[in-house]
């Protein structure tokens, strides 16, 4: 067994064994060619295992993501699969930029947690899918004095961008994120996207989009929100109950029968919030973590 760096023309069989190792798993949807080739360049590093006539047996590469670096690590389902995890992990491991390395595990997947556990990984926390139906409106809470909540005006981007950066300290957004968001669902608008306003400032914003991946996989209407963020010195004051009861509505204002977020166990406000929304959950990855050095 050999290893080597990533080409552009192993896409085609990267895709085969992503689906084939992937099947069946929680609402699985069949990946493509196109967001394949977009997640493997947003990578920093990306190794390809393959047989001495150069055949690929599996896969592996590091991503800085917004709650920190991960690796997707992906084999043939078959008898081999281990060995060629194995080596791919601990060749990988080593070139991570952070120190800390996560990846995330269905819990129902229990040789799947052995393998990592066995390899020093242990649960860091875990990541919830919440759903919520869309049959009746929400009713926002009333405001403290001072605050105002609308919908993202056309020219607010950088200052949409700017809010979702210091709320999470960190690059959250970046600059085109409006038209990469229509390129990804010709419905979208700017005004699905609410925003609370402090003394002419942007201080909480809620995204609201459709699923539509989902939504056309499995012929449904359901939507899907991003996690509030809110500045440090606005917290507490109401506003990401308030927002996202208004992008729940505006979600159901254009047909959508479900909503679904993600948020994390070590989150309470969060889990608070949602609570009192009609949220409930769907499903639950372990998020594994393994200090590296």
Known sequence: MNLRTYREEDLPEVVRILNAAHRGSHEFIPYIEEDVRGEIARASDVLIATDEPDRILGIAYLRQDWYG?????????????????????STIEPQNKTGHITTAVDPADHERLAFFYARGYEIDSSLYQMIADLEQPQNPPPLLEGYIVRSL??????????????????ERLRPGILEKWRAQDPDFRVDWVQVAEYRDQLVAAVVGRSDRERSEYYNARLGYLGPAATLPAHRGKGLSRALTARAMNVLRDHGMKQVCLHTWAGNPAALELIKHLAFRLDHEWKILGKTIG
């Open 69 to 89: 670096e991960t690796v997707t690590l992906c084999a043939w389902p078959d008898s081999n699969r281990e060995e060629v995890e194995s080596l791919l992990l």
């Open 153 to 170: 005006n056309p020219d607010e981007e950088e200052a949409l961008i700017e809010l979702a950066n210091a709320a999470y300290d960190g």
